[in-house]
């Protein structure tokens, strides 16, 4: 499985983005997907993510304001972000680990794609 993220850009406090994980191969549906993101000089945070079954995890900083979904048919998994504020700002990048539970924590994650930059001006 490969894991291509798109859908970064700037966008001012209050606003919309929706970041999109393109999956590859023909497993991808048996894997647990989520959005990590890492600020500057901050750790990494699994924002959210969502097991192969549907099950989902938000942080507690975006509880409320962002939603993960998933596709597999089109092997596709979102990450709509509303109410942004200048602390979501961060390099987001999809992760995946296999037949796992929803995972909570970055470094359970085996998978990784590049990072796309989400930036929140205030």
């Known amino acids: 499985v490969q894991l291509q993220a798109s859908g970064g850009g700037l966008v001012q406090a209050g606003g919309s983005l929706r970041l999109a994980c393109a999956g590859s191969?023909?497993?991808?549906?048996?894997?647990?997907v989520g959005w990590v993101r890492q600020a500057p000089g901050k750790a990494r945070e699994v924002a959210a993510a969502?097991?192969?079954?549907?099950?989902?995890y938000y942080a507690d900083s975006v509880k409320g304001r962002f939603t993960i979904s998933r596709d597999d048919i089109k092997k596709l998994v979102y990450l709509q972000m509303n109410s942004l504020k200048p602390e979501d700002t961060a390099v987001y990048y999809c992760?995946?680990?296999?037949?796992?539970?929803?995972?909570?924590?970055?470094?359970?994650?085996?998978?990784w794609g590049q990072g796309t930059q989400v930036t929140v001006s205030s």
């Open positions: 992760a995946a680990a296999r037949g796992q539970t929803v995972v909570q924590v970055a470094a359970s994650y085996d998978l």
């Open positions: 191969g023909p497993t991808f549906s048996f894997y647990s």
């Open positions: 969502i097991s192969w079954s549907g099950i989902t």
